[in-house]
């Protein structure tokens, strides 16, 4: 199985979090190949971290991906495990859009648009510990990881979609306006 995360390569997305976690799976004898795509300021100590935990053999950092879909095809698992609150990140609609499984960090909006166990995994950021048994989870459980996937794709075309987003704003709009007429 392949688990990849999506973002700059900067401390508070996670990564020292997912190395943890795939460390402990792998003491327990579970080793799934895990993708970093992107590139950022923290390259370097994240490869010193993932050498002294023993994976360089596990995880790799990919870089840019020229073909976004594609790479997101390859996942049998999307991470989004920031350690705070980064706002709504876009690579979330991403996962959401290729129809990916999920295990995302239960930090600033994300528990406002994601439900656990129907949408996503959610997971308390920062917590390796319960991001491992949530991978476990996932990986032993291939028709979750397809219904989690086609749940947010669904999810993401009915409340999220150009359209749809159009029509919230037009209907915000219209009543702003509404306030201003005599």
């Known amino acids: 199985p392949l688990l990849g ?3 700059g390569l900067r401390v508070m997305k996670g990564h020292g979090v997912v190395i ?3 460390a402990r799976l792998a003491a327990e004898g579970l080793r799934p190949r895990i993708a970093f795509v992107g590139r950022g300021s923290q ?4 490869r010193n971290a993932i050498d002294r935990a023993g994976l360089g053999d596990q995880i790799m950092i990919a870089g840019f991906a020229e073909d976004l879909p594609e790479a997101l095809a390859a996942l049998d698992v999307a991470l989004y495990v920031p350690v705070e609150s980064e706002g709504m990140s876009r690579v979330v609609f991403e996962y959401m859009a290729a129809a990916r499984p999920l295990i995302a960090s239960r930090v600033g909006v994300v528990p406002e648009i994601l439900n656990d166990g ?5 997971v308390p950021g ?8 949530a991978i476990a989870h996932l990986l032993r459980n291939a028709p979750l990881r397809a219904r ?6 669904k999810l993401l075309a009915d409340r999220f979609s150009g359209a749809r987003v159009a029509e919230a704003l037009e209907s915000h709009y219209d009543r702003l306006l509404s306030f201003a007429s005599p």
């Open 118 to 122: 129907e949408h996503a995994v959610l």
């Open 43 to 46: 390259e370097a100590a994240i």
């Open 20 to 22: 943890e976690a795939a």
């Open 5 to 7: 995360m999506v973002g």
């Open 148 to 153: 989690l996937g086609e749940s947010a794709r």
């Open 126 to 133: 920062g917590d390796p510990d319960a991001l491992a048994a």
